[in-house]
């Protein structure tokens, strides 16, 4: 183990378990009794992601995380008891499910969503239950109400869980180039992202400061998942994780401040919340999983460019148009030569790794209103609005010679392209025509000799 590299995790883990415990203790609206513990998620965190070897740091994390509220000498075998129930439930069984029950960061799909929500339910139960016995073992006082408290325990510490692991996903989700499919569909940038988030919260606001006047709150509190729900249709599954936090602060926050603890009680407002957090996460899960099943349908899954099918269907629509209004189009395509070598000699990450840059070039020397595809193992296609002879020619150019700066796997070998052009004509041709055009010539350009251009009006090298 790197000994720096594990004494900075350890200091992490420690410092975001004190930051989540008196964000909890900031938050009560009883007497030591807060909506939600983020904590028990930190704990779950860094035992599942690093292994058994940080449960004795989850042991000093929750010893310090407590101060200054209960110092080490409050310390009783009540709270002893409470602080190994964290211990054990969150640093255990996060330890278990590393090695038997696998948990996916950034969540992506429905499917990583129920695996989370499960391990989730199965922990924080487990939990309570064994908070309700210690109460009944050391607080005998309140035996009357300790369905009660267990139910507390077990809905603070589920929609704290969820509230610390959502957090988690949505960051790493933000890191750059984490798939390269998710950048060919992004809907928005983060501007309209952000808006929709401050819209979110202050609907939130809006909606609790006009229940507390007019109504009782636990009755429509549930309102404030509806602008949770749009956010999670309009923008997808990281968003409604990050306004399903936000939201539950917001509303926890002007709850406390219009000082409405008669009107809900604490167990409700706890189901609330994890109720919030459930319905982001399985509803932005479905509507993730639809859009990868819509875009795996219509693209290649490794390039992320338009697959043959896409290509014919959006490349017939462009031909149509570019009839309607009497303009041409050019079709570039395009083959890596000695691909099979590629995959022999330094395996298939290589090879994928090649088409990956191939195709990113591709996508880099096209326009928006142009199409580019993959059409199959190491042929490429592109489809060029408003472009003649010339044009396409000085576009396939510049894009072998960016392909010819590329290497064969680790070798310092340049990879090289062939390509074939055709251009509409008269009017008349199809799709099928231009291609079967392109493809002639590209045959012709792998004749004499790989690596270059040729066009179909000449029928001979352009260059080499």
């Given at each position: 183990?790197?000994?720096?590299?594990?004494?900075?995790?350890?200091?992490?883990?420690?410092?975001?378990?004190?930051?989540?415990?008196?964000?909890?203790?900031?938050?009560?609206?009883?007497?030591?009794?807060?909506?939600?513990?983020?904590?028990?998620?930190?704990?779950?965190?860094?035992?599942?992601?690093?292994?058994?070897?940080?449960?004795?740091?989850?042991?000093?994390?929750?010893?310090?995380?407590?101060?200054?509220?209960?110092?080490?000498?409050?310390?009783?075998?009540?709270?002893?008891?409470?602080?190994?129930?964290?211990?054990?439930?969150?640093?255990?069984?996060?330890?278990?499910?590393?090695?038997?029950?696998?948990?996916?960061?950034?969540?992506?799909?429905?499917?990583?969503?129920?695996?989370?929500?499960?391990?989730?339910?199965?922990?924080?139960?487990?939990?309570?239950?064994?908070?309700?016995?210690?109460?009944?073992?050391?607080?005998?006082?309140?035996h009357d109400i300790l369905g009660s408290v267990a139910l507390s325990f077990?809905?603070?510490?589920?929609?704290?869980?969820?509230?610390?692991?959502?957090?988690?996903?949505?960051?790493?989700?933000?890191?750059?180039?984490?798939?390269?499919?998710?950048?060919?569909?992004?809907?928005?940038?983060?501007?309209?992202?952000?808006?929709?988030?401050?819209?979110?919260?202050?609907?939130?606001?809006?909606?609790?400061?006009?229940?507390?006047?007019?109504?009782?709150?636990?009755?429509?509190?549930?309102?404030?998942?509806?602008?949770?729900?749009?956010?999670?249709?309009?923008?997808?599954?990281?968003?409604?994780?990050?306004?399903?936090?936000?939201?539950?602060?917001?509303?926890?926050?002007?709850?406390?401040?219009?000082?409405?603890?008669?009107?809900?009680?604490?167990?409700?407002?706890?189901?609330?919340?994890?109720?919030?957090?459930?319905?982001?996460?399985?509803?932005?899960?479905?509507?993730?999983?639809?859009?990868?099943?819509?875009?795996?349908?219509?693209?290649?899954?490794?390039?992320?460019?338009?697959?043959?099918?896409?290509?014919?269907?959006?490349?017939?629509?462009?031909?149509?148009?570019?009839?309607?209004?009497?303009?041409?189009?050019?079709?570039?395509?395009?083959?890596?030569?000695?691909?099979?070598?590629?995959?022999?000699?330094?395996?298939?990450?290589?090879?994928?790794?090649?088409?990956?840059?191939?195709?990113?070039?591709?996508?880099?020397?096209?326009?928006?209103?142009?199409?580019?595809?993959?059409?199959?193992?190491?042929?490429?296609?592109?489809?060029?609005?408003?472009?003649?002879?010339?044009?396409?020619?000085?576009?396939?150019?510049?894009?072998?010679?960016?392909?010819?700066?590329?290497?064969?796997?680790?070798?310092?070998?340049?990879?090289?392209?062939?390509?074939?052009?055709?251009?509409?004509?008269?009017?008349?041709?199809?799709?099928?025509?231009?291609?079967?055009?392109?493809?002639?010539?590209?045959?012709?350009?792998?004749?004499?000799?790989?690596?270059?251009?040729?066009?179909?009006?000449?029928?001979?090298?352009?260059?080499?």
């Amino acid at each position: 183990m790197n000994i720096p590299v594990a004494l900075l995790r350890s200091c992490t883990f420690i410092l975001a378990y004190f930051v989540c415990w008196q964000f909890s203790a900031f938050l009560e609206v009883a007497p030591s009794t807060s909506i939600f513990y983020p904590a028990c998620g930190v704990l779950a965190f860094f035992c599942y992601r690093w292994g058994w070897q940080y449960i004795p740091v989850a042991a000093v994390a929750i010893q310090l995380g407590c101060l200054p509220q209960i110092p080490f000498s409050d310390l009783d075998a009540f709270l002893l008891l409470q602080t190994l129930r964290q211990f054990a439930v969150y640093g255990g069984l996060a330890v278990l499910a590393r090695k038997y029950w696998k948990l996916t960061l950034p969540l992506e799909t429905l499917h990583d969503t129920i695996r989370l929500l499960a391990f989730a339910f199965v922990s924080s139960l487990l939990s309570a239950a064994l908070a309700m016995l210690n109460f009944s073992i050391y607080r005998p006082a309140l035996h009357d109400i300790l369905g009660s408290v267990a139910l507390s325990f077990w809905m603070g510490d589920f929609s704290g869980f969820l509230i610390f692991f959502g957090g988690v996903s949505v960051v790493l989700a933000l890191k750059p180039n984490f798939q390269r499919r998710r950048k060919a569909f992004r809907l928005s940038e983060f501007s309209p992202k952000a808006i929709g988030l401050v819209a979110t919260l202050g609907t939130v606001v809006v909606l609790m400061a006009f229940l507390r006047a007019h109504f009782e709150l636990h009755s429509y509190s549930y309102l404030i998942l509806l602008p949770v729900i749009f956010g999670a249709i309009v923008f997808g599954l990281h968003f409604a994780i990050a306004s399903a936090i936000l939201t539950n602060v917001t509303a926890v926050t002007t709850y406390l401040l219009l000082d409405s603890t008669s009107q809900v009680s604490l167990i409700q407002f706890q189901m609330l919340c994890a109720v919030v957090m459930c319905v982001a996460m399985v509803l932005g899960g479905a509507i993730s999983d639809r859009t990868l099943a819509r875009f795996d349908a219509w693209h290649d899954q490794m390039t992320g460019m338009l697959n043959r099918r896409a290509f014919f269907e959006q490349g017939e629509l462009m031909l149509a148009r570019a009839k309607r209004y009497h303009y041409r189009l050019a079709l570039i395509m395009l083959d890596l030569d000695y691909f099979k070598l590629v995959n022999d000699t330094y395996g298939h990450d290589a090879g994928d790794r090649l088409l990956c840059e191939v195709a990113d070039h591709c996508k880099g020397i096209t326009r928006a209103g142009d199409l580019c595809a993959r059409i199959g193992g190491e042929e490429f296609v592109l489809l060029i609005e408003h472009s003649d002879a010339n044009q396409a020619t000085q576009i396939a150019e510049r894009l072998r010679a960016m392909i010819y700066q590329l290497k064969r796997g680790t070798s310092q070998d340049p990879a090289s392209a062939s390509f074939g052009i055709s251009v509409s004509q008269t009017g008349n041709e199809t799709l099928s025509d231009l291609l079967a055009s392109a493809d002639r010539m590209l045959y012709v350009a792998k004749q004499t000799g790989r690596n270059r251009v040729v066009l179909d009006s000449q029928m001979s090298p352009v260059s080499a």
